[in-house]
């Protein structure tokens, strides 16, 4: 019987991906293990073997096609004598994902709002072009321009030079750089990161790739006690000058350990700096700061941000500075709160908002320490009303800390109390439908949404 | 322990008398410390040096122009062999403004930039991995500097050690491990805690060359860090120096030591004091007179009487200190 071969998804995010190859022709016969196709990801191209022997009978998508869906056939496998049925199956190749730049601008412009760009980064000089990169891309210039510009930057972790990188930031930096700038370590993150912490006293600017934040854990003494707290204790004599990145918070599908927002935590320690960009223009310019940065700086990276594309100024030197929120568009009637992934939902809700005529106003807040509260009192004193949008657990979040400024410093602006939508309370499960779940959704913001707005 | 002195008799007064008042000022400094603690006017956790002269006053005879070094939280001892003032020290663990941390750090996290001293660290085994980053940052900037790691038979027991050994020897960084060996991690003895009975064997693993040092004879320390000193600045990587040696005194100044008895603890001063030592040799090889003696010990007590002084002196830090150096400035 003929079998359909599918697309297959090569990496726990992976949602589509480019057929670069095919290593068979119709009529071959193949065998178990074979190579049939080469697949690239987003983060690798990768060999895709065949399982089930038989005669490749169809290809159904030519080599080179783009955006083709994981699960989607790709061709068909036929037994010896039997022919290509008549009815093909039918290949879905997606629309690329829509970035969510653009669907900041479709709102943006629903709102008749002027182009956010202006808002804040209204140090651009006139006439600065914009070039479409990935969040991963962003984050590998940020690095690579430092390291072109100071001799004292240099990246260190788990798999970063000859790998490539995990997460593949850090492709071609072994190669322009070498290994005495671009260093793998063994899988010995309280070590390595305490060596680090050491090279930042001894005047170097490391920066150090966790391959997730989850395995940072095992280092959380050395960046706490070391790393956050030597300035304060030697009287201001040395400090660390030193970024922690990597990716943080929910993957997809990788279970409780391994999926885990840590803003809450590491903002809560005096002596870091933490930033969670969302966008890959805010990822390359709060990273070059970082860098340069003579603090400690946990730079909050995520996974499935990585392969998403966003408009990043073409310039030779561009820069966010640590500390200021971004208006992400204006409104009068609400105020939504959030970073990092937190914004997906934030401007998906933001966008049925507006359809429902709302006047939205979406702050991200892009560092959260020190977080920008005057962007968001300022906000809050003119649509009274807010709703705060993050990842992380509800206990003790970055929305709580959000909520409190605002009771103390906004009270008399509030018409309705400040929700934090969050994710919910429990490690995180493995199954799709649970894992859905227990992250925070757009139905949460619309909800707390219409909650404040007594809709 | 062991307990072969070196008995060198070509050795002259130039190369004693400045171990030998070394050592004493950091004694001298110590007492005075446990003194100013039963009196109220250091707080907190306070880690005396007193026994363990000889291993930092041995090491520092070797230690060149930037060479860096980096200990635990019984650290006094070795800001005053490095040459940082004993003020400054003293005022630290008063928590007065005079001290190297304004009053910020306390005993334990205390730091000189200006001599190469980064900590003074309070979390046992945590300044191994950053000893070895301080070496790593010499490596890369391409210069002949070594840095000196000190911890104890302990902290010898924490992961993190193991993880930096790899690394070390993996990457040939120019660090010297120093195991302090006073045979209690706190009130564990070495026999209780290690399943090794030469903590420094387990360098071997790693390939990492060392060896087991008497601590209670500065000379042998002295030359044991010499051998150590050349292997790292020749590009040869790591080296341990388990350095045995004894504290006299409790773990810290609230410490009954019930772990071990009193006559332990006099047998070790009465036969094997290191400052007792060089005394001995300074006299038997004729270097000096008891008068002379008596007038070091006279300078001696005035450093530390002048330390006492200033640490009672000096100033509490002002209460808006509590909210600077929490983040370094960018420099323009």
Known sequence: MAVDILMPALSPTMEEGTLAKWLVAEGDTIK???????????????????????IIGKLLVAEGTASVS??????????????????????TVKDPIIAPNKQATELVSALDAPPNESLVDQNLPEGTKFKTQTVREAIREAMSEEMRLDEAVYLIGEEVAEYEGAYKISQGMLDEFGSKRVIDTPITEHGFTGIAVGAAFGGLKPVVEFMTFNFAMQ?????????????????????????????????ARVGAQHSQDYAAWYSHIPGLKVVQPYSAADAKGLLKSAIRDPNPVIFLENEILYGQSFEVPDLA??????????????????????????????????????????????????????????????????????????????????????????????????DAPVINCTGKDVPMPYAANLEKLALVTTEDVMAAAKSVLYR | MATKKTRKTNLSKDDLMPLYRRMLLIRRFEEKAGQLYGMGLIGGFCHLYIGQEAVVVGLEAVAEEGDKRVTSYRDHGHMLACGMDANGVMAELTGRSGGYSKGKGGSMHMFSKEKHFYGGHGIVGAQVPIGAGLAFSDKYKGNTNVTFTYFGDGAANQGQVYETFNMAALWDLPVIFVIENNQYAMGTSQQRSTSSAEIYERGQAFGIPGEAVDGMDVLAVKAAGQTAVNHCRSGQGPYILEIKTYRYRGHSMSDPAKYRTREEVQKVREEKDAIQHVRDLLLTGKHCTEDDLKLVDKEIKAIVNQSAEF??????????????????NLEA
């Not at chain 1, 074979?34 to 060999?47: F, G, H, Q, R, V």
């Not at chain 1, 037994?79 to 008549?86: C, L």
């Not at chain 1, 937190?342 to 809700?349: F, I, Q, R, S």
């Not at chain 1, 959000?402 to 410093?409: I, P, Y």
Request: glycine share 8%; charged share 20%.
């Open chain 1, 32 to 54: 178990s293990g074979d190579i049939l196709a080469e697949i690239e990801t987003d983060k690798a191209t990768m060999e895709f073997e065949a399982v089930d022997e038989g």
């Open chain 1, 70 to 91: 994981v699960n989607s056939p790709i061709a068909i496998l036929l037994e010896d004598g039997e022919e290509v049925p008549t009815i093909q199956a039918k290949t």
């Open chain 1, 219 to 251: 280092a959380m003494d050395q960046i706490i006690n070391s790393a956050a707290k030597t300035l304060y204790m030697s009287g201001g004599q040395m400090g660390a000058p030193i970024v922690f990145r990597g990716p943080n918070g929910a993957a």
């Open chain 1, 317 to 414: 030197d561009y820069t966010v500075p640590l500390g200021k929120a971004r208006v992400w568009c204006e409104g009068n009637d609400i105020t939504l709160v959030s970073f990092g992934i937190g914004m997906k939902y934030t401007l998906e809700a933001a966008e049925q908002l507006a359809e429902m005529g709302v006047s939205v106003e979406v702050v991200d807040l892009r560092s959260l320490r020190p977080l920008d509260t005057q962007t968001v009192i300022n906000s809050v004193k003119k649509t009274n009303r807010c709703v705060t949008i993050e990842e992380g657990y509800p206990v003790c979040s970055i929305g709580n800390y959000v909520s409190s400024v605002l009771m103390q410093q906004a009270f008399d602006y509030l």
């Open chain 2, 311 to 328: 640490a009672k002196e000096s100033p509490e830090p002002a209460p808006d200190e509590l909210w600077t150096d929490i983040y370094a």
